[in-house]
């Protein structure tokens, strides 16, 4: 498929677990980020086909760096990651720019069913 995937989120488990379904699903990981400063930077350097970012972050929360990554890429894909119950968060991400967001704990499918929607 070759298209670069910037998966961001503080939980070293997180980014493993989504690294893995993604490239079981032939997507090339080509970065991750622990929180949204690292996530601008790597933005800026790899210019990934889509991000998968958590919201709730130390440093910079994914909302934050979602407007940043938006100023540089306003045609940026973001997808947004968050825990059950923090629908008020979902929707400022949805307003901040992000194309869709998935529900902690991941289910496989959905996250597949996400970046191919957003990926189109």
Do not use: H, W
């Amino acid at each position: 498929m070759g298209k670069k995937i910037l998966i961001v989120d503080d939980a070293a488990f997180m980014r493993m677990m989504i690294k893995d379904i993604l490239t079981k699903n032939g997507y090339d990981v080509a970065g991750e980020a622990e929180n949204g400063m690292r996530a601008i930077e790597k933005y800026r350097e790899l210019l990934p086909d889509l991000v998968i970012m958590d919201i709730t972050m130390p440093e910079l929360d994914g909302i934050q760096a979602v407007k940043e990554i938006k100023k540089i890429n306003y045609d940026s894909k973001i997808i947004m990651c968050s825990a059950m119950g923090q629908q008020a968060m979902v929707i400022e991400s949805i307003q901040a720019g992000a194309r869709d967001f998935i529900v902690k704990p991941f289910q496989a499918d959905r996250v597949v069913e996400a970046v191919r929607k957003v990926l189109g």
